[in-house]
């Protein structure tokens, strides 16, 4: 099972992150996501869990609890499919910009 994990503090290492969910059982993988520019966390990242049951319990137990003092947001990580796509500026889909662009 992919799981979502939202709210992180900056400082925090995808070691300490491994550690807090094998409190429930195995660990596949652990990935913070990093700002591709800056190599900072964005503030969120994916666990995977191989089995079903330890990850739902980890999701209850975890979501909303504290870590580094941030509650974190723990829920199931939806398929790529079902996010909604980007918007681009000011929500369009591409093409130019009416401020002040030639047609």
Not at 6 to 29: D, I, K, M, Y
């Amino acid at each position: 099972m992919n799981i979502y994990v939202g709210n992180l503090p900056r400082n925090l290492s995808e070691s300490e992150l491994r550690q807090a969910f094998e409190n429930f059982g195995e660990v596949s993988t652990v990935s913070i996501i990093k700002d591709k520019f800056s190599g900072q966390s964005r503030g969120f990242g994916f666990i995977e869990m191989p089995n079903r049951e330890e990850a739902e319990r980890a999701i209850a137990a975890l979501n909303g609890q504290d870590l580094k003092g941030r509650a974190l947001t723990v829920n199931e990580a939806r398929p790529r499919a079902d996010r909604p796509k980007n918007q681009g500026f000011f929500g369009r889909r591409g093409g130019r910009s009416s401020f002040g662009g030639r047609r």
